[in-house]
Structure formats: C-alpha cells, structure tokens
C-alpha cells in the first residue's frame, strides 16, 4: 500500500480548488437602478453616453426588470445578451 507524503496531498488540494468552478454571486452584478456612472460604464458596451441615458431613464421610470433597460435608446438584444448576467434590479 502506498503512502502519500504531506506535501503531495497539500499540492493535490491546491490544484483541485484551483479548478473548482468560479461562480458568480449577486455582489458581482451592478445594480441598474442604483450604479453611478462608473459601475455602468463597466459593463461591456456601456460607455458614459449611454450611462447617462441609464440614469435619465431610471429617473423617471425605475427598471422592474432587467430587461427593461432595453426600454434605454441605443440599448437594443445584443448589448442586453452581453450584460445579462452582469445586472441586478433591487
């Protein structure tokens, strides 16, 4: 029967946590009816323009949904598939 040696089960537990699947939780989403300019411009495809277009919007009509940012002009299906994952309403 063989023996593992302290150091080969300690490089054994790094490399399975070192692969173990990233998962996402609800800090690392920005929330669209709250970022400041800054946090929107994070997203991919969200420059100062349309940052601002975001928080005029929320102004007047909070998002109920993510999806509703679409409801912002120059935000159409293809920049919403791209942040999806990225946005939180509260």
Same mark, same amino acid.
């Given at each position: 029967? #063989?023996?593992?040696? +302290? %150091? %080969? ?11 173990? +699947?990233?998962? #996402?939780? %609800? ?6 009816? #709250? ?9 991919p495809g969200i420059g100062p323009a349309l940052a601002e277009r975001i928080i005029e919007h929320r102004e007047r009509f909070p998002f109920? #949904? ?21 946005? %939180?309403?509260?």
């Open positions: 029967m #063989s023996t593992f040696k +302290p %150091a %080969a089960i300690t490089l054994i537990m790094v490399l399975v946590l070192m692969l173990a +699947p990233v998962t #996402s939780s %609800a800090q690392d989403t920005v929330n669209i009816n #709250s970022a400041d300019s800054k946090e929107l411009t994070s997203l109920e #949904s993510t999806e509703d940012i679409m409801q912002v002009s120059g935000i159409g299906e293809k920049t919403y598939q791209d942040i999806e994952e990225m946005i %939180a309403v509260e």
